[in-house]
């Protein structure tokens, strides 16, 4: 047999070719009558019945590979993932119908075309997998592709190219990684090019200035593309949306943009963008939003900006732009949210800012603004939120601001902002939020606060000059639910001015010249967990009913004229966590039920003229850090049980009573006590030798006692100075202004090295005095006798 | 038609997002968050912790100087779990460190070490795993840390002996291992400080090769 070659080669195959084709022609038209087409009963001509096979063949090896990725038991996963994919029809007939299956769309309207795959939409099906086993050769029809929000990953095979007539692809929210492919630039019919939500890197290509069709273009989200905005993308002259936020996207913003006078998006926040706002982007017309926001933006605002007349939302936040605010932007009539913060803006707000009047959210905080607030700004009737927080304005808040009833929110603490605040404020019948705090605002609060809609919900006029009373109408702010007025010079009587407060948390009136008494409607506040009057003149006793509002957990009424004693009711509020008398005169004893402030952390009864004994409850009390109880009265001996509060760390003050007996040695478990103040008391004995065990005390004073006997072994003790021991019975100790110990008890302390050696010397010394006199006493006797002996022979022998 | 409908649905969701709160300007309203969000609180103990305040000095556990800074957290004995994450090194000015006894796990982020003016780490009574950070050496302030009852490991690093303030350190009841220093503070700290650590050997022997390599 010889090989056929050339043309005869290529006559074999094509006549093996017709013949195949005339078998499947054969079958279909047998089967027919039971598949239907969409729109017309023309059979698919012959060579697109192959392309439908191929595509049909192309899509089944696809999903064969998701298979893999899926995670769903494999025997259900036959019925579950894209079920109508199958060769085998529903009535176990042999005919397949690419017409059938679900996201899949053909387009059969011209005969001559046939039937071809249009459209693959895959959106929002769950599919798990990767496009490497998508063979996109076969598809060359196609017009759309999304496979939008699936879980989808791997990287974006470069054949994707191959899908040449493609118009819309729609990748949005898989999680694809790896770069853009290059050949993606290559469809040229491409309009609709949106990757956002994925997790691609790389640059973004040069090319991608060929696509001169594209209409959106969105890259967003992608969190890791880099390099910088190639300046070919001035060639996407169709290009309606550019979306590249959330990237790592570097270098300057193309002026090339500029060109794009279609745009009507763009947004590039979120990126590691440098450089200025290009001058050209005044030419973009139809431009309706502007976000720029959270990038490294240097230079000033063009004032070429004002010509956006359709722009409706510019947020350039979060970037290092400097320079006044151009007043062309006075200029943006259709502008409803105006967004500058977190700059280094400088100069005044234009006065034409009173022109926009669509303007519903305007924020400039954070700049170095200075200057007033322009009286313009009572135009901005649509205003609902100001936010100037954060700058150096001055000068006070413009009448006109009565002017802007749809004020939600406003915004203006922390500036030099004076005078007094406008009684129109009070009209503003939606005002939510008022923050006033950190200002040099002088003369009374808006005294009809409240008074038209209890719309007021936050309050903050804290740290400025306010004088004269809390507004009568606050009663009326019923959904108030935190109020600060704290730090300012307020007076007047607060014991019928305030209301029941059903969401009230927070309120703070501190350091005022406020009098008058504690309202018992604070009982009624059942959501307050911070009631605050320190520093005040407020009198009278504290109200029982107080101790029903029992989510309180700080309550600070120091410093103030307050009688009579603490109520037992206060037992109720278990929540506690801060609580401060100090500095009134509150009498009578502590109520045993201070124990049941089981989680109290800091309690401060300090100077006052409380009595009695310590009730041991409040050993009870092991949260506290804090436990000041100096100046009052109380008497009797330090309940051991204190020892129990082991989480004692920042003070434990009782000086400046009238305990008597011992410290109690329990005191030594206080090991994170840092600073010890039993002074000014009559307590007697010696300093527990536990307080050995006390390793963080830093600072300690037991003056002023009847104290005796030896300093602890304590580094706190050794380091403090002699004010700290003066006025006691006799310590002893080896610390410079105090007496050595003598009694035995101190001997153990002192090192008995130099005690062994003394006796040592000294029983060396008796002993051997003793042989030395008992050496002579032998010695003179023999001596003695050795004479008589020697004197006698001579008187025997005359 | 599809462009209309993908503009509109951008839109939208660009406004929710603008709308919903966004970060602090405070950095320490941030680090706080942050650390809330790390942690399992089924008390609600930080229930006070808004985010939307400008600043966290009316937060509950949290203590501010008189610049509205924070200088002392006071979580001990709280009943959170969780981890700890780099962003507690944005609390420039704290003091305090109290989050004893608790079941916080993980690692003791090594960011502590920027906190010029720490002076008492409480870790004591929780998970904390992995090593005792070199960083600490930076912490000149120190006088308190207390990192017993974990299951750390790898060795106590030699810097710590330059922490001249440092009164009392307590690592008893980890998995520690190599040896003891003595050098500087470490000469007076009580060996109770150090007990229940199996692999940890006594104190280093002077003039020898420390042992704590293999460790």
Redesign the interface.
């Known amino acids: 047999m010889f090989a056929p070659f050339g043309k005869e080669k290529i006559l074999c195959q094509l006549l093996l070719f017709f013949l195949v084709l005339l078998i499947l022609l054969a079958t279909s038209i047998a089967s027919s009558s039971s598949s239907s087409f969409r729109v017309s009963n023309t059979a698919p001509s012959p060579s697109n019945y192959a392309f439908q096979q191929e595509a049909m063949e192309a899509l089944l090896e696809w999903k064969a590979s998701l298979y893999r990725h899926n995670n769903r038991d494999h025997n259900n996963s036959q019925l579950l993932l894209l079920p109508s994919w199958t060769v085998m029809a529903a009535n176990g007939s042999n005919s397949s119908n690419p017409w059938k299956w679900e996201g899949i769309t053909c387009n059969d309207e011209a005969a001559a075309a046939g039937g071809v795959i249009t459209i693959i939409n895959l959106s929002s099906m769950d599919l798990q997998g990767t496009l490497h086993d998508f063979n996109f050769s076969s598809f060359p029809d196609l017009l759309r592709l999304d496979l939008q929000n699936n879980s989808l990953f791997g990287t974006l095979p470069p054949t994707i190219a191959n899908l040449s007539q493609l118009i ?1 692809l729609n990748l949005y929210k898989n999680n694809f990684t790896g770069s853009v492919p290059v050949s993606l630039a290559t469809l040229n019919k491409l ?2 090019l ?1 990757l956002g939500t994925n997790q691609l890197s790389g640059p973004i290509p040069l090319e991608i200035g060929n696509l001169s069709s594209l ?2 273009l ?1 890259l967003s989200f992608n969190f890791l593309i880099n390099g910088s905005i190639p300046t070919t993308i001035g060639g996407l002259k169709n290009l ?2 550019m ?1 590249i936020s959330s990237n790592q996207m570097v270098g300057s913003i193309p002026m090339e943009i500029g060109n794009l006078t279609k745009m ?2 763009l ?1 590039v926040s979120d990126n590691l963008l440098t450089g200025s706002i290009p001058i050209s982007f005044g030419n973009l017309s139809k431009l309706n ?1 502007m ?1 720029f926001y959270s990038n490294s933006l240097s230079s000033s605002i063009p004032l070429e900006i004002g010509n956006l007349t359709n722009l409706y939302d510019l ?1 350039l936040m979060n970037n290092y732009l400097t320079g006044s605010i151009p007043q062309e932007i006075g200029n943006l009539r259709s502008l409803t ?1 105006l967004y500058l ?2 700059n280094s803006l400088s100069g005044s707000i234009p006065a034409s800012f009173g022109n926009l009047t669509n303007l519903q959210s305007l924020q400039s ?2 700049n170095l603004l200075t200057g007033s607030i322009p009286a313009s700004f009572g135009n901005l009737t649509n205003l609902q939120m100001l936010q100037l ?2 700058n150096l304005l001055t000068g006070s808040i413009p009448a006109s601001f009565g002017n802007l009833t749809n004020l939600v929110r406003i915004n203006l ?2 500036n030099q902002l004076s005078g007094q605040v406008p009684q129109e404020i009070s009209n503003l019948s939606k005002l939510q939020d008022l ?1 006033l ?1 950190n200002n040099h605002f002088n003369g009374y609060l808006p005294q009809h606060i409240c008074i038209n809609s209890a719309s007021l919900i936050f309050f903050s006029g804290s740290n400025n000059h306010f004088i004269g009373p809390i507004p009568k109408s606050m009663r009326n702010c019923t959904n108030l639910m935190r109020f600060r007025i704290d730090k300012n010079h307020l007076t007047g009587n607060i014991s019928e001015v305030f209301g029941v407060y059903p969401n009230l948390t ?1 309120i ?1 009136l501190s350091y005022n010249q406020l009098y008058g008494e504690i309202s018992r409607n604070w009982g009624k506040c059942l959501q307050l ?2 009631l605050k009057m320190t520093g005040n003149k407020i009198s009278g006793r504290i109200p029982p009913e107080l101790g029903d509002s029992t989510q309180l ?2 309550l600070e009424l120091s410093s103030n004229f307050l009688v009579g004693q603490v109520p037992r009711e206060m037992g109720k509020l278990s929540s506690l ?2 609580l401060k008398l100090n500095d009134n005169q509150l009498s009578g004893t502590v109520p045993e039920d201070v124990g049941l402030f089981s989680k109290i ?1 800091r309690l401060d009864l300090s100077m006052n003229n409380l009595r009695g004994s310590v009730p041991k409850q409040l050993g009870k009390c092991t ?1 506290l ?1 804090y436990l000041n109880l100096s100046n009052n009265r109380f008497n009797g001996s330090i309940p051991v049980e204190i020892g129990n509060l082991v ?1 004692l ?1 920042i003070l434990l003050d009782l000086s400046g009573n009238l305990f008597t007996g011992e410290i109690p040695p329990q005191f030594g478990s206080l090991n ?1 006590l840092t600073n010890l103040n039993l002074s000014h008391n009559n307590l007697s004995g010696s300093i527990p030798s536990t307080f050995s065990e006390m ?2 005390l ?1 600072t300690i004073d037991v003056s002023y006692n009847e104290l005796e006997g030896p300093l602890p072994d304590n ?1 706190a003790f050794r380091n403090a100075p002699m004010e700290s021991f003066i006025h006691n019975k006799g310590f002893c100790g080896n610390v410079t202004g105090l007496q050595p110990c003598i009694s035995p008890s101190t001997k153990k302390q002192t090192p008995k090295h130099s005690h062994k050696v003394v006796i040592l010397i000294i029983s060396i010394l008796a002993i051997l005095l003793f042989l030395l006199f008992a050496f002579f006493g032998i010695f003179s006797f023999f001596r003695r006798r050795m004479r008589c002996i020697v004197e006698d022979p001579i008187a025997n022998q005359q | 038609m ?2 209309l409908r ?2 509109l649905f ?2 939208s969701f ?1 406004l929710a997002v ?1 709308v919903s709160p966004t970060l602090s ?1 405070n950095s320490e309203v941030n680090a706080l968050h942050a650390l809330r969000a790390r942690l399992s609180d089924p008390t609600n103990v930080l229930q ?1 912790w808004d985010p939307t305040l ?1 600043n966290p000095c ?1 937060w ?2 949290v203590t501010c100087d008189s610049s509205n800074h924070v200088i002392r957290l ?1 979580l ?2 709280s009943n959170v779990s969780g981890t700890l994450g780099p962003e507690l090194g944005d609390l420039r000015r704290l003091q ?1 460190l ?1 989050l004893y006894r608790n079941n916080i796990e993980g690692k003791i982020p090594k960011e502590l070490g920027n906190l010029k003016n720490l002076v ?1 780490v ?1 870790l004591y009574n929780n998970n904390f795993e992995g090593e005792i950070p070199k960083s600490l050496v930076k912490l000149k302030s120190l ?2 840390l207390r990192l017993n009852n974990n299951r750390l490991t790898g060795s106590i690093p030699r810097e710590l002996t330059a922490l001249s303030d440092l ?2 350190f307590d690592v008893s009841n980890n998995d520690l291992c190599g040896t003891i220093p003595i050098d500087g503070p470490f000469g007076s700290f009580p060996i109770e400080s150090f007990e229940n650590n199996r692999r940890l050997n006594g104190p280093e022997l002077k003039g020898l090769v420390s042992y704590d390599f293999g460790c």
């Open positions: 819309y309009t609709f949106h209409t959106v969105d309606v949306g979306y009507n998006s947004m939003f976000y947020q949210r913060s977190k905080s954070d927080s954060d603490l922390q923050q705090a927070f703070d967990t911070n957990q700080g966590l801060i952390e949260y850090l989480s760390q994170k390793l963080s830093v580094r | 599809d462009l993908f503009l951008s839109i660009l603008a300007s006070s400008v009316t509950f556990h006071d001990g004995n305090y109290e008492s409480d006088r308190f009164k009392v």
